[in-house]
């Protein structure tokens, strides 16, 4: 990564955007420079590996973290390499459902010689809805039925995992978002 800025003003922006949790160009617009200019500042810090890729929002806009403050992200070397998980078989069953029930999730994912239960499949699917994965497309009625779920964040084959840290791993995009808040289904 190269500290050497093409301008005072991108020194200077670098200056005012470089301890917020995350970037987004709207930052640098709102302290006075110019829509274009900031999004080529991002552009560039991104490209010379200063800022890094964290989240996109409910409007599809894209957020920034600086790579020294970022969580870092180890990601396995293949999906090929990975022995089959819960965690994988339950996002391939996801990826290929749609919409799908707890109790969906699984029925599809006792395969390979994993065992997965009801309350596993629960948990997986309360972890991705806090980390803004899945949506709710039917309420639970608790003892009548369970939510009924729909991705719409699909990222690739690898699963994403949780951690210790409340929030989602995800490999594909190496990023870790955090849950926004603890839900229940």
Not at 1 to 19: C, I, N, P, Y
Not at 100 to 112: E, I
Not at 127 to 146: C, F, H, N, S, W
Request: hydrophobic share 35%; net charge positive; glycine share 8%.
């Amino acid at each position: 990564m190269t500290q050497d800025f093409r301008s005072e003003m991108e020194k200077h922006a670098w200056g005012l955007v470089k301890g917020l949790a995350e970037i987004h160009w709207t930052d640098l617009a709102d302290k006075g420079i110019a829509e274009r200019t900031a999004k080529k500042f991002l552009q560039r810090w991104e490209r010379n590996g200063r800022i890094r890729f964290s989240r996109r929002d409910d409007q599809h806009r894209k957020f920034f973290v600086d790579v020294e403050k970022a969580i870092p992200v180890i990601a396995p070397a293949s999906p090929g390499d990975q022995a089959a998980s819960p965690e994988g078989n339950m996002w391939r069953a996801m990826r290929r459902l749609g919409a799908f029930t707890p109790t969906d999730v699984a029925a599809h994912s006792n395969a390979g010689g994993v065992e997965v239960s009801l309350d596993k499949a629960r948990a997986y699917c309360r972890q991705l809805l806090g980390a803004e994965y899945l949506r709710v497309r039917v309420t639970a009625i608790p003892g009548r039925r369970d939510a009924r779920y729909q991705l719409i964040r699909d990222t690739g084959p690898l699963p994403p995992r949780s951690t210790l840290v409340r929030g989602v791993l995800d490999p594909n995009e190496q990023s870790f978002v955090p849950a926004q808040r603890d839900l229940k289904s």
